[in-house]
């Protein structure tokens, strides 16, 4: 028995071993070959970035709004609208296949979505911009969010590793804590309306929980607040976050994107899965229920064209 479980180790620490050089010869190729692109394309970069100082200077705390919230919006906006066509036509319906939660939104309640709209706008607008022009001065203190310098590649990298955890902790914990009873009726309830989501709801929230708990406020702000990021980082930072919270909130398990079974999830059930990558859900224990459930197994890369809902379907339904 000894021998085996010495065995069993051996074997373990070799794939593990392999796996983990694989992994860094692969990570390093892959930013070698990105640093090459990023250096041929730097100076032109510089330039145009050097350009835009010039237009705005005096006032770059203009240039920064554009930046964290002009840009980021219209990627959201972008691609929610081609979102929004297929939830309200059910059209292309080859995209209608990758619904999760079949059955639902087919088509969106459109007196629902209506009625959510206006929600989103008034967050990203009236709350979000003033935010940021409040968080301008800190982020001066901090470093020089429009200095004239684009940071490199390897830097943004490392800033993009830091963002991500710090991200997970305070969505996590702000999150759960959002889900205590005296305060989920009150502030919480009114995101969970949507039990199956769509994409453009992924800002649809109260007031305190955009600032606090939102995919766009607090919890993405304090990374590039900690780290002193400059302005071009912020930009692609956020942009990223929104684009990700919406695929999270999309309802479709689409080819080659990131699973949103993990977030539909939650939606779903309430009490499972608050955070982003689930690291934290694994430590506290918040995704046991979702461990055993099809939408587990579901939740990988898609990396065909059969929508996992139909190669790992649920089991059936008991009949009473």
Known sequence: QEGHIWGSMKRTVLI?????LLFVAFWNSVTWHLQRFWGASGY???AQWERLLSA??????FLFIMGAALVPGLCFWGLNASLLVVD???KPAFISRYRIQLGKNEPVDPVKLCQCLPTVLFNQTIISIPMLLLSYPFFKWRGEPCGRQLPTFHWFLVELAVFTLVEEVLFYYSHRLLHHPA???KIHKKHHEWTAPIG???TYAHPIEHVVSASNMLPVMAGPLVMGSHLSSITVWLSLALIITTISHCGYHLPFLPSPE???????????????????DHLHGTDTMFKQTKAYERHVLLLGFTPLSES?????KKMD
């Open 16 to 20: 593990l071993g392999s796996g983990l």
């Open 44 to 46: 032109f970069w510089q």
């Open 56 to 61: 705005f200077e005096g006032t770059e705390w």
């Open 88 to 90: 309200t036509t059910g």
């Open 183 to 185: 305060l989920y009726k």
């Open 200 to 202: 453009v709801i992924s």
């Open 262 to 280: 993990f977030h539909d999830y939650h939606h779903l059930k309430f009490n499972q899965c608050y955070g982003v990558l689930g690291v934290l």
């Open 312 to 316: 790992i379907p649920d089991p059936p």
